[in-house]
């Protein structure tokens, strides 16, 4: 999970968590430190050739923006397949469109109001529950 803002995160994690969904959610709160992880030091993104990756992403990130993350995702051969999900408070239709054109899964604008917020992610974490990830090369 990339997402800056500490409340959203627990929501998020939360909500996930009372669908049924129990594999483990790593916080990162900027792209430096998730891209690290995902694409390794060296920047190949062999290190996540054969995990099994589902990527929930905010746009609106303190370092980069989601966009750029999306795209280096997205054009490596390793991580290519990992289903990317955006959660972000952007509802601009360019925007939306942009991020399926890169490859994104899933676009849900984050509703302003909690419980919105709540039961959007909730709706998310029973989508998460019966989804199949595929495997990576």
Same mark, same amino acid.
């Given at each position: #999970?990339?997402?800056? &803002?500490?409340?959203?995160?627990?929501?998020?994690?939360? +909500? /996930?968590?009372?669908?049924?969904?129990?594999?483990? /959610?790593?916080?990162?709160?900027?792209?430096?430190?998730?891209?690290?992880?995902?694409?390794?030091?060296?920047?190949?993104?062999?290190?996540?050739?054969?995990? %099994?990756?589902?990527?929930?992403? &905010?746009?609106?990130?303190? &370092? #980069?923006?989601?966009?750029? /993350?999306?795209?280096?995702?997205?054009?490596?051969?390793?991580?290519?397949?990992?289903?990317?999900?955006?959660?972000?408070?952007?509802?601009?239709?360019?925007? /939306? %469109?942009?991020?399926?054109?890169?490859?994104?899964?899933?676009?849900?604008?984050?509703?302003?109001?909690?419980?919105?917020?709540? +039961?959007?992610?909730? %709706?998310?974490?029973?989508?998460?529950?019966?989804?199949?990830?595929?495997?990576?090369?």
């Amino acid at each position: #999970m990339i997402e800056d &803002d500490e409340g959203h995160a627990r929501l998020i994690e939360k +909500n /996930i968590r009372r669908a049924g969904v129990n594999n483990e /959610i790593l916080p990162f709160t900027n792209g430096t430190e998730a891209l690290a992880y995902l694409l390794g030091e060296d920047g190949s993104g062999e290190v996540s050739a054969r995990r %099994q990756l589902l990527i929930l992403l &905010d746009l609106n990130l303190p &370092d #980069m923006t989601g966009i750029d /993350i999306l795209e280096k995702l997205k054009s490596n051969q390793h991580t290519r397949r990992s289903p990317v999900v955006v959660l972000t408070t952007t509802d601009d239709a360019r925007e /939306i %469109q942009r991020c399926y054109d890169l490859g994104a899964n899933v676009y849900i604008t984050k509703p302003v109001n909690y419980e919105g917020f709540a +039961n959007a992610i909730r %709706q998310l974490g029973l989508f998460f529950a019966v989804m199949q990830v595929p495997e990576t090369d």
